[in-house]
């Protein structure tokens, strides 16, 4: 997960160049590689000075094999996943405002704010692993309960980008990017990687779709250094793969 720090955030490093930041400082989380979330350890947001390559700020956060954290004006969510919550916190000072309790089983990885006018400044959506058959449930953190369910997103299920009236999202297990509909809870099948290869990292921009790709394989290989990675171009509009390529990442894609 990561978010851009606001201006001023690192006092003179902080350079106003824009409404989202200074365009190089960004917050990431961190976290032990391969977590066991009976460790006493704990995982940080480190602030990063992306031009100079120096790391500003490293804050503890109260959260274990952290998946996903996404900041919207003055909150900050995070997908507490070795935790079994999905926390709210107040930015800049990082204060956990709310916390709603999911279960570690269910292996929350990513999470989306709700639309506010629809749902209240304190709701989220959230894709929930499962380790298998996949649910995007609606929460609303001030009051720490679900308020809507979808349990056909998929199996394995990473990312989540709101797109006309439903969610673009990846079947992981399955290689496939789909389109989830709300009104029928169910999804449509856009694209599918014929080796059913693993998917994870999404962003939509412009009606293109892009995403990570990447060969299955143990948790100890994901770091193996001789690892590329896939990153795919979809055109959203006419259903069509705009561009294939391969990225020396190092190691698996997230």
Not at 205 to 233: N, Q
Request: contains cysteine; charged residues 20%.
């Amino acid at each position: 997960g990561i978010f851009p720090a606001d201006v001023g955030e690192a006092g003179d490093v902080a350079a106003s160049t824009g409404p989202h930041g200074n365009g190089h400082l960004a917050y990431v989380a961190s976290r032990p590689d391969n977590a066991d979330i009976t460790s006493p350890l704990t995982d940080s947001l480190l602030l990063i000075d992306l031009e100079k390559g120096v790391l500003v700020r490293d804050l503890k956060i109260d959260s274990k094999f952290t998946h996903d954290v996404v900041k919207r004006g003055s909150q900050v969510f995070i997908a507490d996943t070795g935790g079994g919550r999905v926390l709210e916190l107040e930015y800049p000072s990082m204060r956990v405002v709310f916390a709603a309790e999911i279960g570690v089983r269910q292996h929350v990885n990513t999470i989306v704010p709700a639309n506010v006018e629809e749902y209240g400044m304190h709701t989220v959506w959230a894709v929930l692993h499962n380790l298998g058959p996949s649910m995007l449930v609606l929460i609303d953190l001030e009051k720490g309960k679900v308020l809507k369910t979808l349990d056909k997103v998929g199996s394995k299920a990473h990312g989540c980008v709101p797109y006309k009236n439903g969610f673009i999202m990846l079947n992981s297990g399955e290689g496939q990017l789909i389109y989830v509909n709300p009104e029928i809870n169910d999804f449509d099948v856009l694209w599918i990687d014929p080796s059913n290869t693993f998917m994870k990292g999404l962003v939509v921009i412009d009606d293109i779709a892009y995403f990570g790709v990447s060969a299955f394989g143990k948790r100890w290989e994901r770091g193996d250094p001789s690892k590329t990675s896939d990153i795919v171009a979809f055109d959203l509009v006419s259903r069509t793969m705009l561009w294939r390529e391969t990225v020396q990442t190092l190691g698996l894609l997230n």
